[in-house]
């Protein structure tokens, strides 16, 4: 069995257990998960018999085909694990996201549009569901066990194929109805003049195909791209400083409009390490009059921020809180 702890923090102390919870990481190729086990507060979280199957998509019938996947892995889980009492369980999706009410408001990669899944899912169950964006799940993680404990105004960023984040203002997670934290469609300065998204210059995908189509070569992605500028690749080195000061561009905006203490920048294109942090530091810094300037770090939980993000929510249920 594939079983890995989770978290910063000290281990669990003599608190009464509150039972397993199953979370699912819903992606537009694949559905991950595990089971998760650790008190809430602990910092410390053991994931295990972590999964991964394809997302059954059926356009906009894939609400209803992800949520019949849910129950059927559910159940396998359960036989699989009789010594576990599953208590709730913790779903999170990409899209927009109305937490409050537990739809999917939409999602363009997966087809459906106003789907309940928190109604559905907690019919078909009998348990309690938690859902939630999969973004602002993995930086509810961060924000809980990772990067940004102790922290009360924090930007993580997600940069892979697209750039997403999620918001922490004054010790809350900021919601927007759903709509919060989708920085990777905000307006950035274009190279060229005008105005483009955020992720057309800034993320792991944009940065490879903006280099392909200035040189004509295929590239082996966004790090093979900053290899060729560290080895003197003038177009490379070009698209890299295009990519850093869209992200500096935007994450300076919210340094000035929220206050931001701390940025976590987490998927693909945060380990570059040094090579993205410093010039990215650098530039905000140049970008900023009198406010404080930001914290970079890297995300600590990896590609399973999610299913933690989701089974903290999950386990919010148990003990009482808010859905």
Known sequence: MNTSTIGPGTPPGPATPLGAVLAFDIGGTDMKVGIVLGEPTSGVQQLTDLQRHPTPLDGERSGDTVCARVVELTGSYRAAHPELDIGAVGVTVP???????????????????????????????????????????????????????????????????????????????????????????????????????????????????????????????????????????????????????????????????????????????SMAGPALFEPLAARVDELLTFHRRPNFVHAVLGENAGLIGSALKARSLLAGGAQ
């Not at 930086?139 to 922290?151: H, M, N, P, Q, S």
């Not at 004509?216 to 400083?241: I, P, Y």
């Open 95 to 269: 899209g927009i996201v109305d937490e409050v009410n537990g739809v999917g408001i939409y999602s363009a990669n997966l087809g459906w549009r106003d789907y309940p899944f928190k109604s559905t899912l907690t019919a078909a169950l009998g348990l309690p569901v938690a859902f939630g964006h999969d973004v602002s799940m993995a930086g509810e993680a961060e924000f809980r066990i990772g990067a940004a404990v102790g922290k009360a105004n924090v930007l993580v960023l997600v940069i892979g194929t697209g750039i997403a984040g999620a918001v922490l203002c004054d010790g809350k997670r900021v919601v927007g109805d759903g709509y919060a934290g989708e920085i990777g469609h905000a307006m950035v300065p274009a190279p060229e003049g005008g105005l483009a998204i955020l992720e057309s210059l800034g993320s792991a995908g944009a940065i490879a195909r903006r280099y392909a189509s200035a040189t004509g070569a295929d590239v082996d992605g966004a790090r093979a791209v900053l290899a060729l500028a560290g080895s003197g690749d003038s177009a490379a080195a070009r698209v890299w400083s295009d990519a850093v000061n869209a992200l500096a561009f935007s994450v300076a905006q919210c340094v000035s409009i929220l206050g931001t203490e701390t940025v976590v920048l987490g998927g693909g294109l």
